[in-house]
């Protein structure tokens, strides 16, 4: 069965630290997310890819990087670990649903990350 | 101003009962429309799109209000698996981009 997997599911890291999350899709989907989630705020874009090579900022970007080298993955750098990044991490993919809008968003099952 | 507003909540309600979420959105260009279940710690997972007509999943209801900019979702006859968070999703086609709720608290009770 596809899906998507992170790596790691926990990391505990110092401030000033690089940090990359990996994510991993067997959907064979061209658009893939990456998302913070912490309390009060729900779920917010960090970054966002629409195919191999193409890369976009989301709301929340500052601090973070991806890449986009295949499909299948879209990792995300923390360039220098920060304790406000202490968050809980969602990669996310989805196909293209009906009338060109994206469809169904399919999470992986999260990475906690604590920056002390 | 947020894009997307829920009711954080928590509802508490017995099993049984019938419970009504409501979400707001702000950007009139917002063209799909998704409720997603989030169980503690989990990650979300769709729960049903929502469509213009209003649509219904078993003990499941999604209305689309555009005029008002409001999205619904009644669940009845509520069972102890349903308590869980539940995002409300808009995505907009400018920047082909989802913005989340922050959801709202559900807890049936026996």
């Known amino acids: 069965d596809a899906e998507i997997t992170q790596s790691p599911r926990h990391k505990i890291t110092e401030t000033g630290r690089q940090v990359t999350l990996a994510c991993h899709q067997t959907?064979?989907?061209?658009?893939m997310f990456w998302y913070r989630q912490d309390l009060g705020h729900g779920l917010r874009l960090i970054h966002y890819?629409?195919?191999?090579?193409?890369?976009n900022k989301g709301e929340v970007s500052d601090g973070y990087s991806v890449s986009r080298s295949n499909t299948e993955d879209l990792p995300l750098t923390l360039e220098s670990a920060a304790s406000s990044q202490t968050s809980v991490y969602f990669c996310?993919?989805?196909?293209?649903?009906?009338?060109?809008?994206?469809?169904?968003?399919?999470f992986g099952e999260g990475s906690r990350l604590t920056v002390l | 101003r947020k894009e997307v507003e829920q009711d954080p909540g928590p509802f508490n309600v017995p099993e049984g009962a019938t419970v009504a979420f409501n979400c707001t959105y702000s950007?009139?260009?917002?063209?799909?429309f998704f409720w997603y279940r989030q169980d503690c710690r989990k990650e979300p997972k769709l729960l049903m799109s929502?469509?213009?007509s209003g649509n219904e999943d078993g003990r499941f209801t999604a209305q689309l209000n555009r005029a008002s900019q409001y999205i619904s979702l009644l669940i009845r006859d509520s069972k102890l698996s349903d308590s869980a968070t539940y995002l409300c999703?808009?995505?907009?086609?400018?920047?082909?981009?989802?913005?989340f709720g922050t959801g709202t608290s559900l807890t049936v009770i026996p």
């Open positions: 929502v469509y213009s």
């Open positions: 890819s629409y195919g191999v090579h193409d890369t």
């Open positions: 950007n009139s260009a917002s063209q799909s």
């Open positions: 999703v808009v995505n907009i086609m400018t920047g082909n981009q989802f913005y």
């Open positions: 959907w064979n989907h061209n658009n």
């Open positions: 996310a993919s989805s196909a293209p649903g009906l009338a060109g809008a994206t469809g169904e968003l399919f």
